[in-house]
């Protein structure tokens, strides 16, 4: 077990805790860490850890590792007071990249909350100028920058391309001040996801430029439909597209 685990989670519990015992009061948040501690007890069964694997199709086409299926049981203990690890699916992705009317090598891709790394390795069959992906999670970070490397050796068109994961809390991320499309799929919880998009809007007030969001299965939308900067350019089940007015 790497020596900094115990203190990662005991920091991620004391986080979590403290947010939810204040946004929701005591009793709610101590039956809620039950009911996230028993589903993920459930979900260390032989059979549910088989039917993680059932993402790994992306896997061996590309020859990567970016499968729930192999996340070891402290990033998914540590997951339960981020947000759990998944993977977004291949052909949702190609269709919220098509919903972009932008011109893509003007634009630095950012995935907050990048996981393993499917998005940035998928990002990379657009000309983006950049592609950066940020996740908090150590041991899922090394995973994409392995998964980055084995792709980018065996795919010539995303050889010479910018491709990064960098591993940080995103509510510290500084946003480069290019034109930037920011994808989000379940990557913080309420309080963090609406700090990050405060820190988006301060960064885009400082130096205006094309900001287009790209959030897939919405399921904090308040957090960015109030937002008064953005206006949102098309809304179906699997993803909300909004771009700054
Ligand atoms: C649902 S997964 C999405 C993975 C990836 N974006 C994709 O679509 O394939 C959410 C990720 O956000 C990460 N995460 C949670 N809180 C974070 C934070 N404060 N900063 C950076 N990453 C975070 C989690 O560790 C997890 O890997």
């Known amino acids: ?33 039950l009911a996230e501690l028993w589903g993920f007890l459930r979900d260390s069964t032989p059979e549910r850890r088989r039917s993680r694997y059932g993402d790994m ?18 990033e998914r203990l540590l997951g339960i007071f981020h947000s759990p690890y998944q993977a977004t ?5 190609r269709e919220m990249m098509a919903a972009l009317s932008i011109d893509f090598r003007e634009f630095t891709f950012i995935d907050i909350g ?3 790394g499917r998005t940035l390795l998928m990002a990379s069959d657009y000309p983006f100028q950049k592609i950066v992906g940020v996740e908090l999670i150590a041991g899922l970070h090394r995973a994409a920058a392995e998964n980055i ?59 205006p430029r094309p900001v287009w969001i790209v959030y897939h299965n919405p399921a904090l939308e308040s957090a960015l439909a109030e937002s008064q900067w ?8 699997q993803c909300s597209l909004y771009k700054v007015k």
């Open 1 to 33: 077990m790497p020596a900094d685990f115990p203190r990662q989670l005991r920091s991620a519990l004391g986080s979590w805790w403290r947010e939810h015992a204040r946004t929701k009061g005591v009793p709610a948040a101590a039956s809620l860490l």
């Open 57 to 74: 199709e992306y896997d061996w086409e590309h020859r990567v590792n970016t499968t729930t299926g192999t996340v070891a049981w402290r």
């Open 89 to 93: 699916d291949p052909s949702a992705f």
């Open 114 to 116: 990048s996981g393993k």
């Open 149 to 207: 490397a084995a792709y980018q050796a065996r795919t010539p068109s995303a050889r010479g391309m910018a491709i990064e994961s960098v591993c940080m809390d995103a509510r510290e991320l500084v946003f480069p001040e290019t034109p930037l499309v920011v994808y989000l799929f379940n990557p913080l919880p309420e309080v963090r996801l609406r700090q990050v998009i405060r820190h988006l809007q301060e960064s885009w007030r400082k130096t």
């Open 230 to 237: 953005l206006q949102r350019v098309s809304r179906t089940e």
